[in-house]
């Protein structure tokens, strides 16, 4: 299988993680009060962790139909592919740690930073 294949297939699957997530926020989502109401900080990480699931999982989508392309360097594939998906995974799970145990938020720009050098790397390798 090659690389972009696995984003792909990831990308999918994740989505349907993301639209599972919008399911159960929307269980009790009119609460006013729940988990200290739509404002509170846990709330907002647990919509933040939803919107990611979908938004990352179209990026990796993207990503690996571009890797499809045989103009990108096998550095790319290699590098770039792990990296969107530790990425892709690591956003939204570290937004519903963060929603409960906050002092995890710092784990956050982990897999940001993932995200930003697997585009980074996919860009350079399209340039040059
Ligand atoms: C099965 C599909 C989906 C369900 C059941 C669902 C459900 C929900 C629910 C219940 C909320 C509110 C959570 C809260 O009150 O704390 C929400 C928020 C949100 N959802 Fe979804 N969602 C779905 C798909 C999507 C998709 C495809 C996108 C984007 C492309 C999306 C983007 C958002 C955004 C941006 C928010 C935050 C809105 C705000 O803060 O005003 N959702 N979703």
Known sequence: MISGEINI????????????????????????KWLGGYA?????????????FIALSVINILYG????SPDIPT??????????????????LACISAAFFRK???FLPLPALALLIGTAILVIGMIF
């Open 104 to 106: 995890t938020k710092y």
């Open 75 to 92: 550095y790319v594939k290699s590098i770039g592919s792990p990296l969107m998906i530790f990425g892709a995974a690591g956003v939204p």
């Open 40 to 52: 509170s900080i846990t709330r907002r990480y647990l919509r933040l962790a939803h919107v990611a």
């Open 9 to 32: 297939i990831f990308g999918w699957v994740w989505m349907c993680i993301g639209f599972v997530s919008g399911m159960t926020l929307g269980m009790w989502a009119e609460g006013e």
């Open 65 to 68: 139909k571009e890797l499809g």
